[in-house]
């Protein structure tokens, strides 16, 4: 994240930093690793630069839409840019967003993003809500892209698994 | 290696564009497709995956398109790309415009063309001098990493599962196989993208690509055809009969509408 040395681009860091994820409101943008960073311009104006999760994520215009919104009602003067390069990657949440995540009902990531993986291969996600090891994957295309559906063996509940990529 | 050099898009170059054109396309042929199936898969969880899956081709083709539509600098914006051509003016490879079918062709035609673009995209990300499009592979790789996870599965499972799927399986296979040869050719306009460095040469990732289907096929107990005569064409716009069906699907809002937005 970017050095804060001024009061104009410490306010527009708090602010953009503040909004929800529309789609996993108990983290923000921040927690997530979408916001990457504040700064000024060459010419002194202030750019708030966000990265898109997945390529087709619905979610993107709607977060920079908010993130504008939050600016305009701070009163400060800022543009949003989007960057897609590094790509965005889970390791980017933060430990915060992670403990947010879990106590919402949605298990963390587990380990390091990595590239391709085996077939059948299968990670073992702690359950959210009772802790136990003994989960199944139901899916692993859940609710929106980046989560995963699985069922806990322990408690029986159902859950969320925020997907490491 | 070309990260050394400077990485800028090649503004303004024809071959460029044309070549870069033909991976948008696949794109989004390929995710208008699986969106096809949206409402219609065998079941809730499918239904889910193949309409993210699609949304993940949309999204790669969205970027695609708005960068070509920089580097032409005509002015025409993603959707003129995505929504105004005519069908001889899209040039994606056969494969990814072939109709549904069942399940079985569905999973045969995700992993045939996942199993190609993941490290296509890697090699992208890695090599390529247009820094914005190494952009998009790195991000496009990631994703086609979990698509060629899920296609290869499934036809492990069919394959590997009751004779009526193992049949289906089979037939799948038997049916598209001749169409993955167009994804490793070069067109002209490829040929000067390629030594431009601008994109990776597809044909000497086809080893890697025939590995991976020999390793799922004989986990999914399924055999490769001898193809005796391989289809291509899409790259010169020439399309099979259902290319048209779909573009008049596609397109219709734009059509219909002209102009209209969200």
């Known amino acids: ?165 | 290696m070309a990260t050394a050099q400077a990485r800028a898009a090649p503004a303004g170059d024809d071959a460029a564009f044309r070549a870069l054109l033909e991976i948008a396309d696949d794109c989004l042929i390929l995710g208008h497709r699986l969106s096809e199936w949206c409402g219609h898969a065998p079941s809730l969880e499918e239904d889910l995956a193949l309409a993210n899956m699609g949304l993940d081709l949309l999204g790669q083709a969205r970027a695609l398109y708005a960068h070509l539509g920089e580097i032409e600098g005509k002015g025409r914006s993603e959707d003129d790309l995505a929504f105004l051509r005519r069908e001889r003016d899209y040039v994606n490879c056969l494969l990814v415009e072939r109709k549904n079918g069942d399940f079985a062709v569905t999973m045969a035609r995700q992993l045939y063309f996942a199993a190609f673009m993941q490290p296509f995209w890697r090699a992208v990300a890695a090599t390529s001098t247009d820094a914005a499009l190494a952009g998009i592979a790195a991000k496009a790789e990631k994703e086609m990493a979990y698509h060629l996870r899920h296609a290869g599965e499934w036809v492990i499972r069919l394959g590997d599962g009751t004779e009526e799927s193992a049949a289906r399986m089979q037939a799948a296979v038997d049916e598209l196989h001749r169409y993955t040869g167009e994804m490793f050719l070069a067109s002209p306009a490829r040929a000067r993208a390629i030594a431009d460095g601008l994109l990776p040469d597809a044909g000497s990732l086809r080893p890697e690509w025939e590995r991976t289907i020999a390793t799922v096929f004989a986990e999914a107990d399924l055999t490769a055809p001898e193809v005796r005569s391989a289809q291509k064409g899409g790259r010169d716009g020439i399309h099979g009969e259902d290319m048209g069906h779909l573009l008049a699907e596609l397109q219709f809002m734009q059509r219909a509408y002209p102009g209209q937005a969200w």
């Not at chain 1, 966000?50 to 994520?57: A, E, F, H, K, R």
């Not at chain 1, 919104?69 to 400060?76: I, R």
């Not at chain 1, 085996?118 to 994957?137: L, V």
């Open chain 1, 1 to 165: 994240m970017t050095n804060v040395t001024d009061a104009a681009l410490a306010r527009a860091l708090k602010v953009a930093g503040s909004v929800p994820d529309p789609e996993v409101p108990c983290v923000t943008i921040a927690d997530l690793g979408i916001l990457r960073g504040v700064e000024r311009d060459a010419a002194g104006a202030i750019v708030v630069r966000l990265t898109p999760t997945y390529s087709g994520c619905p979610a993107v215009i709607a977060i920079e839409m908010a993130v504008e919104a939050a600016l305009l009602d701070a009163g400060v003067e800022a543009r949003v840019e989007r960057v897609i390069t590094p790509a965005w990657t889970t390791d980017w949440i933060t430990r915060e967003g992670r403990e947010k995540l879990r106590a919402y009902g949605i298990a963390p990531p587990v380990g390091a993003s990595g590239g391709r993986r085996a077939f059948f291969s299968e990670d073992t996600i702690a359950c959210p809500r009772c802790g136990s090891a003994r989960t199944t994957k139901v899916s692993e295309f859940g609710s929106t892209a980046c989560k995963a559906h699985y069922r806990c063996d322990a408690c029986f509940e159902p859950f969320d698994y925020f997907k490491c990529i």
